[in-house]
């Protein structure tokens, strides 16, 4: 079966209303966390630091997205979010290498991203992906962790 058409693009302001959702549900697997994973102050500054490329089905209606962010010749990518309707079809790969397409176009040589290591099934999908564990770093989130958890975040990098 040939994988569904997308159309995937940058986002724009004007599409923070269908943004917000769609991240929010992807991500609420991550039931450790209080809070929604995003907000529209906080989508908002992600699109001023970054950019979001958004990815829509052959009828119009959204169904991935991902952060990006030119960091000299590195780039980041993170909060890759997937409708869980769509979900294990191959978009967040695709996804993945639009980001890496991307950060490659504006002169970058090198892929880091973090994930939490509350989300253990993640680093072998990534490794998958071509990434390697590369260090940690502190979790920063404007929520807690519920029931007093903790964790940090693994850096995984992969050459572009």
């Not at 693009?9 to 991240?23: G, Q």
């Not at 995003?38 to 169904?63: C, F, N, Y």
């Not at 994930?115 to 999908?125: D, H, M, Q, Y």
Request: aromatic letters at 6%; one cysteine or more; proline letters at 8%.
């Amino acid at each position: 079966m040939p994988p569904e058409p997308l159309q995937i693009r940058i986002a724009t302001a004007a599409d923070s209303d269908r943004l917000i959702p769609l991240i929010n549900e992807a991500f609420s697997v991550e039931t450790f966390m209080t809070g929604p994973r995003t907000d529209p102050e906080r989508l908002a500054a992600s699109m001023q630091k970054g950019a979001i490329l958004l990815a829509e089905d052959h009828l119009g209606q959204l169904v991935a997205s991902i952060y990006v962010e030119v960091r000299g010749e590195r780039g980041y990518a993170g909060m890759l979010a997937v409708s869980p309707a769509k979900q294990r079809l191959g978009i967040g790969s695709r996804m993945m290498k639009a980001a890496e397409d991307y950060l490659r176009t504006h002169g970058c040589v090198a892929l880091d991203i973090t994930v939490l290591s509350l989300r253990t099934e993640l680093p072998p999908v990534y490794r998958a992906y071509g990434f390697v564990e590369t260090g940690a770093v502190p979790f920063e989130y404007p929520h807690p962790l519920k029931d007093g958890l903790e964790t940090h975040c693994i850096v995984m990098s992969k050459p572009l």
